[in-house]
């Protein structure tokens, strides 16, 4: 697993490093996350949150800042039902979310319109294929 190049180059400055003492494993375990996959290995080098020009959502860090990853995802479950397998990546502001499915890997983009069931019902077309491919289009 590897951060594609141009997210590397695109967080290169130290603020975005992280350090070591940081609590990103225990956040993935909580979560259900594969420690191997790209979205552990994305947060154990890097914390947010980040905000790009292309991708209308503020991508949250896994476990810093009140609003995190665990946090929204926390929140989500509780009011929408939403399966454990989702995990909520972006700010809860607005009427949508981003939404990494921990089996598949895919990153969909959901609206609390009616998003949420298509999602939990297999019928939402996800996004992005791959953390990887989310990476590059949300940092290029």
Partial sequence: MSI??????????????RGRDSNVDVALTSLGINQESDFADFYRQFWGPFHSSHVGHELLDIVEQDESIV??????????GLADRFIIVSCLTGLSVLVYDKESEMIFDV?????EELLDSG???PRWGTWSQFLIAYFS
């Fill in 123 to 125: 019928k939402l077309d």
């Fill in 71 to 80: 946090s929204a995802t926390q929140t989500v479950r509780n009011e929408f």
């Fill in 111 to 115: 609206d609390f319109e009616g998003g």
């Fill in 4 to 17: 594609p190049s141009v997210v590397e180059q695109k967080l290169s400055e130290g603020l975005w490093r």
